[in-house]
């Protein structure tokens, strides 16, 4: 079975320029989650989609968005690009049955993201 | 919300040795614990997880006891090889389908 697939791997942007990340999810898994990676701040949630809805979203302004397609491929987007944006973006999947909560929840299963560097 | 805490790094052994990376949560109740591994230039990748007390979670090698009486979720290996220099990630969720993540241990092996 094919894993998380990101594209592109790598981009290049300037302030002030937007970006459109996307996202493929194994295949059956129906939710995807974004996360940040930076060296200063770690792994940062930044929102999960399930059913095309936004389930949960992390503390990031809202110049970060996202959508979900009905074949479960998700896309983020960064508008406004900031030098503090630079990061590896990671996109998770999972089939997301049973608990979601602060106690439980599904495995997820990780692409090997995106590395944006804003000049 | 949940949090949790591990050991920073970098962490450094020579091969065989033994590891353990300290991880320790907070949590009103008892909530699933996860190892991530991120090798250089990937994504994440599960190692292991254990889904309440007194659960041992294993894999490659490597092994995690559930403590909820000491609050840790200590990894461990006997005999590190070099193919195991990664950043590890000890993980709890939070609300709906978000894991929290501690700040990430590196490890390196020498051979």
């Known amino acids: 079975k094919a894993g998380v697939t990101q594209t592109p791997r790598y981009l290049i942007k300037t302030r002030g320029q937007q970006v459109t990340l996307s996202c493929s999810p194994i295949s059956g898994h129906r939710s995807v989650s974004w996360y940040q990676q930076t060296p200063g701040q770690g792994l940062q949630f930044l929102f999960e989609y399930f059913s095309e809805t936004q389930r949960n979203k992390g503390n990031f302004p809202g110049r970060f968005s996202g959508r979900q397609f009905s074949n479960s491929r998700s896309e983020m987007n960064v508008s406004t690009l900031e030098l503090g944006d630079s990061a590896l973006y990671l996109c998770?999947?999972?089939?997301?049955?049973?608990?979601?909560?602060?106690?439980?929840?599904?495995?997820?299963?990780f692409g090997p993201g995106t590395r944006l560097t804003v000049l | 919300g949940n949090s949790v805490t591990q050991m920073e790094g970098p962490v450094t052994l020579s091969e065989e040795a033994f590891l353990t990376i300290n991880c320790t949560y907070t949590?009103?109740?008892?909530?699933?614990l996860f190892w991530y591994v991120q090798y250089p230039g990937e994504g994440l990748q599960l190692l292991l997880k254990?889904?309440?007390?007194?659960d041992k979670g294993s894999n490659k090698g490597f092994e995690a006891t559930y403590r909820k009486e000491t609050t840790s979720f200590h990894l461990e290996k006997g005999s590190v090889q070099v193919s195991d220099s990664a950043v590890y990630f000890c993980?709890?969720?939070?609300?709906?389908?978000?894991?929290?993540f501690g700040g990430g241990t590196r490890l390196m092996v020498k051979p």
């Open positions: 998770a999947s999972s089939l997301r049955r049973g608990r979601h909560d602060e106690y439980s929840t599904d495995t997820q299963y």
């Open positions: 993980a709890l969720p939070n609300a709906g389908n978000m894991l929290t």
């Open positions: 254990a889904t309440k007390a007194d």
């Open positions: 949590a009103t109740g008892y909530p699933s």
